[in-house]
């Protein structure tokens, strides 16, 4: 049997009348949903009338994913042409989000792997490692100055450790510098990409601040992974002047505490040519330097941009600048425009961009643009992706919506994961096949009115599960085990209700070919009895806690 907490928080909500500071509480509690939950165009959800993050819940498994409420359903566009496959990389993040850390959903927000035994985390995405696909993360701890400082972790098809790196031989005021959160990437070498933020000394007089100032400088490096061997190091104050910067040191900027954040470094990539492009938010500027030397080949935006910016295509506060296309004359060019941040906006909303670079006229023209839903400013993080479809799926990063659009620019869905202090640094779609090797999860919750026996099972990170085959025995070893019933797997945990005729039961999940691909432990059903006096049972902790009046 599947509960609802949520209906009963409903009941007793709209019946008695809530102590006023146990109101933030009580959100949380709305937030919970037991199971399997998506919600379409919910007045509830987007008001916090659900809690500022509300999540889901499982019998089987201790995770706590973001529930999802599709404010743009798939299906109000007329026409729309088919969604691109794979499934949805995120990781939710903020004050409102019970458990942080690493996610992947299905099409529907299903869960599909929990990755929060990592922790916060803002670079998640696939990686070809040693010609198989990889998942890659940062971990490590998030610094008041909005910067990283820790490792990133590659992890196989069956989710196992295969590699823990960070930076090497990158000395600040501070000491040694590890690898930050902004970006982690392998390149078609096998080797790794990753930012940094040391601390340096600087005259920051010129944008008047101290003469005797210190910067948080942003760095980037190639490491051999194999070896632990930095390849190529790059230190954006050797190279980019401060006046090109848009941020302003205010009144920081005069001791290592208060470093001013002059570039902001927050993506990185390599070309097949060997050289590289990053973007630096606070400049508002791409740039692409030389492999061999890390000087400046162009800039793209900002102050000082080696290009005519064309009508619409003109960026601000920007993140995840990536080559689509590139050849000696003619490049394209995905970014997503914050075109704010906090306390200032440059333009009415932010965007997803298409761009398209002209080498021999050094011109930029718009391609495509991805407009938000309700046309809001997201103040901070963000990604475009291109699909194999030629759709584009667009992350709104500070902003917790996630949505997918035509090559033309028109919007198909749009998702939204929270409404408090919920974010994702970015939302990317991979087609991943995960298959783990501990063991499926079961859990029994019978009846305690009727002999009925709810068996709940559930795999985390298995993508390959096409049913669920139901067992029951007479004992913990199985060994008398009789098959009882087949079902189709539905979401994340799914549910098989059968009469109680068993002392012990057990599940295997079974894949397209009918192939048994794990089998869970033998449980007892001297599970815990929850029935209808469960919102009585509920609503007595209430009054005992002195929550109700």
């Excluded at 909005?146 to 000395?171: M, P, R």
């Excluded at 935006?301 to 004359?329: L, V």
């Excluded at 025995?473 to 945990?493: M, P, V």
Aim: net charge negative; with cysteine; aromatic share 12%.
């Amino acid at each position: 049997m599947k509960l609802s907490w949520t209906t009963t928080a409903r009941f007793l909500y709209s019946s008695y009348t809530i102590s006023p500071g146990f109101v933030p509480l009580f959100l949380l509690f709305l937030s919970f949903v037991r199971g399997d939950s998506v919600l379409f165009r919910s007045t509830e959800y987007s008001t916090g009338a659900l809690g500022y993050g509300p999540y889901q819940s499982y019998f089987s498994a201790n995770y706590t994913p973001a529930e999802w409420n599709f404010v743009v359903p798939v299906n109000d566009s007329a026409n729309a042409p088919s969604l691109s496959t794979g499934f949805i990389f995120s990781a939710p993040r903020g004050a409102s989000v019970l458990r942080e850390g690493a996610a992947i959903y299905d099409q529907s927000g299903s869960l599909i792997w929990d990755g929060s035994i990592y922790g916060q985390t803002l670079s998640f995405s696939v990686v070809t490692y040693l010609g198989e696909p990889h998942i890659i993360l940062w971990t490590g701890t998030v610094t008041s100055a909005g910067v990283g400082t820790g490792y990133d972790i590659l992890l196989n098809s069956k989710y196992e450790l295969v590699a823990n790196f960070t930076t090497v031989n990158i000395q600040g005021e501070t000491g040694k510098t590890l690898a930050d959160l902004h970006e982690a990437q392998i390149t078609s070498n096998n080797t790794a990409l990753m930012t940094a933020y040391p601390v340096n000394s600087l005259d920051l007089s010129s944008i008047d601040g101290p003469e005797q100032g210190y910067i948080l400088d942003s760095a980037m490096q190639e490491l051999n992974i194999s070896s632990n061997e930095p390849l190529f190091t790059w230190i954006a104050s050797e190279h980019v002047n401060i006046t090109e910067c848009y941020n302003t040191p205010g009144t920081g900027g005069g001791s290592v505490d208060e470093a001013f954040d002059y570039f902001h470094i927050n993506a990185i990539e390599k070309d097949d040519e060997g050289n590289y492009l990053i973007s630096s938010r606070h400049c508002w500027t791409v740039y692409y330097l030389d492999g061999t030397n890390g000087d400046i080949l162009w800039k793209m935006g900002g102050k000082n941009s080696s290009f005519t910016m064309g009508n619409g295509t003109s960026f601000s506060w920007q993140h995840h600048a990536r080559w689509i296309e590139k050849n000696d004359t003619y490049g394209t060019m995905t970014l997503f425009d914050n075109a704010g941040q906090y306390g200032q906006q440059q333009e009415q909303m932010s965007r997803g961009l298409y761009l398209g670079l002209n080498f021999t006229n050094m011109t930029v023209e718009l391609l495509t643009e991805f407009l938000p839903w309700n046309q809001s400013i997201s103040q901070s993080q963000g990604s475009v992706q291109l699909q194999p479809n030629g759709n584009f799926l667009v992350g709104f990063g500070q902003l917790p919506w996630t949505g997918e659009y035509t090559p033309e620019g028109d919007l198909l869905w749009t998702a939204q994961f929270g409404v408090g202090d919920v974010e994702s640094y970015r939302a990317l779609r991979y087609n991943w096949t995960g298959t783990p090797t501990d063991s499926p999860s079961i859990d029994l919750v019978s009846a305690s009115t009727s002999n009925l026996l709810s068996v709940h099972a559930s795999w985390n990170g298995a993508t390959e599960i096409v049913k669920w085959e139901l067992y029951g025995a007479s004992d913990s070893s199985g060994s008398n085990s009789i098959s009882l019933y087949n079902q189709t797997k539905s979401g994340f945990e799914t549910t098989i209700t059968i009469s109680n005729a068993y002392s012990h039961y057990a599940v295997r999940a079974i894949g397209k070919s009918n192939q048994v691909l794990g089998s869970s432990d033998f449980v007892s059903n001297s599970a815990i009895r929850i029935d209808g006096k469960f919102a009585l049972a509920l609503l007595s902790v209430f009054v005992v806690l002195g929550l109700l009046s």
